[in-house]
């Protein structure tokens, strides 16, 4: 069965400072993998996704992420953190059958703070 | 273009009641989830249609819950006979073929 483990339910930061969410999946077949942000009452925003491609993957608002099989990792990093950046991260995995990205397994989330 | 969109935003409700929650998609999506998300927690899977049929609802927690999607569009989450550990944000996301998941803003239940 897949899952992922996000470590750290809180991180804070400050802002100008390296951001890294960590995260670590289970999965028997190559996965499709994603990070999502939740906005306070807002839905979630894809961030990014590993389709397979390359390793090392480039998103939305500076963030990206590198696949990493043999640490079965996705962990996430932005070189300088804004205030903006304040939300709920999630970690997500999906088997990717037929085409569709299926159902996605979420981690438990991180919320990140950044204290000016 | 409009995303995503669930209605009602809040429900409140009585324990041993019965409500819908309806999910209007991106219009040509093909696939429809939806998820479940309490206090605290990552989104936990409910249900996956393709289409009009539902091609995983493994993830619905008992009987009480059901979920339709009659015309491959809108689909309606019922729940029957609630309990206080239903009360939860519910989302609906949909996707194109091989497309990434675009999620709405939401439902939160609560029943008290």
């Known amino acids: 069965a897949q899952s992922v483990t996000q470590l750290g339910s809180h991180v804070s930061v400050s802002e100008g400072a390296l951001v890294l969410l960590r995260c670590n999946y289970s999965?028997?077949?190559?996965?499709?993998l994603f990070w999502y942000v939740q906005y306070p009452n807002q839905g979630l925003q894809l961030l990014l996704k590993?389709?397979?491609?390359?390793?090392l993957v480039k998103g939305i608002n500076g963030f990206e992420a590198e696949f990493k099989k043999s640490e079965t990792s996705f962990h996430l990093t932005k070189p300088s953190a804004h205030m903006s950046d304040a939300a709920e991260y999630f970690c997500?995995?999906?088997?990717?059958?037929?085409?569709?990205?299926?159902?996605?397994?979420f981690g438990q989330g991180t919320t990140l703070q950044v204290k000016p | 273009g409009a995303g995503v969109s669930q209605t009602p935003s809040n429900k409140v409700t009585e324990k041993g009641k019965y409500v819908e929650l309806r999910c209007d998609p991106i219009?040509?999506?093909?696939?429809l989830y939806w998820y479940r998300q309490s206090l605290g927690q990552g989104p936990e899977f409910l249900i996956y249609?393709?289409?009009?049929?539902?091609?995983?609802d493994s993830g619905l927690p008992n009987d009480r819950f059901f979920a339709v999607r009659p015309e491959g569009s809108v689909s309606t989450l019922k729940i029957q006979r609630t309990e206080r550990g239903d009360s939860a944000v519910y989302l609906c996301?949909?996707?194109?073929?091989?497309?990434?998941?675009?999620f709405g803003p939401g439902t939160r239940l609560t029943v008290t």
């Open positions: 996301a949909s996707s194109s073929t091989a497309g990434e998941q675009y």
């Open positions: 999965s028997s077949v190559p996965p499709y």
């Open positions: 590993y389709t397979s491609a390359a390793t």
């Open positions: 997500a995995v999906s088997e990717s059958l037929g085409g569709n990205t299926g159902k996605l397994i």
């Open positions: 219009s040509g999506h093909t696939a």
């Open positions: 249609f393709q289409g009009t049929g539902a091609a995983d």
